[in-house]
């Protein structure tokens, strides 16, 4: 079961400033980050989404979320 | 774990060779995974040519593949013109924007008739096409 406030928290010190919202669409395992961080100004949205990714890949790696939908913009 | 070299030449062939792939769960006529489905249902939409690769036989060694490759581990994946473009997050958000029409060189479809309302070929002529000059 994954910890919405934690994976907030982590997506936040990966990208310092970003407004970031996490919810659970469903059984505690899917989820969905929403995410505005300057960060991803330039950046093409693969890599928006790499940058969230890469900030909670530990708790795929555990198994603590099975799908994460993301949505980027710039603020 | 490293990904299996064999398998890992064969993906970038496969990369390499068909401008536009994609990797799913399951076939575009049988697709096992909704998200999967969802990106089908947009290149349909584009109506573009595309490679698919049914990824459920060898899902874990395709995973440290692209892990490698593109620095991505979940399906579907579609690539174009070599480059991981998204999953189903990011196809549909380009498919709105327009940018994945942009980017496939084809035309940005109109909004989305149900099928039902679709004119038949060969069907209705009432309405003759606009005449330009």
Redesign the interface.
């Given at each position: 079961m994954a910890d919405l406030a934690e994976l907030k928290g982590m997506i936040e010190a990966a990208l310092p400033g970003a407004e970031v919202e996490v919810v659970d669409e469903g059984g505690g395992d899917h989820l969905r980050a929403s995410v505005t961080s300057e960060q991803f100004e330039g950046l093409s949205r693969i890599d928006q989404h790499r940058l969230v990714r890469a900030a909670v890949r530990e708790r795929f790696e555990d198994g603590s979320i099975h799908a994460l939908s993301i949505r980027t913009s710039t603020p | 774990m490293a990904a299996d070299p064999q398998l890992k030449a064969k993906v970038e062939e496969l990369i390499a060779e068909n401008p536009v792939l994609l990797f799913m769960k399951g076939t575009p006529d049988a697709p096992r995974c909704g998200?999967s489905m969802r990106v089908v249902q947009v290149l349909q939409a584009l109506d573009v040519q595309y490679g698919a690769i049914d990824v459920l036989p060898a899902l874990q060694p395709l995973r440290e593949v692209t892990s490698e490759l593109s620095?991505?581990?979940?399906f579907p994946q579609l690539y174009v013109k070599g480059e991981?473009?998204?999953g189903?997050?990011?196809v549909e958000?380009?498919l709105d924007s327009g940018e994945l029409a942009e980017l496939l060189g084809v035309e940005q479809p109109e909004v989305e008739v149900p099928e039902a309302d679709r004119i038949l070929p060969g069907g209705s002529q009432t309405s003759p096409p606009m005449q330009l000059g």
């Open positions: - | 998200f620095d991505w581990q979940t991981l473009v998204g189903c997050d990011i958000e380009m």
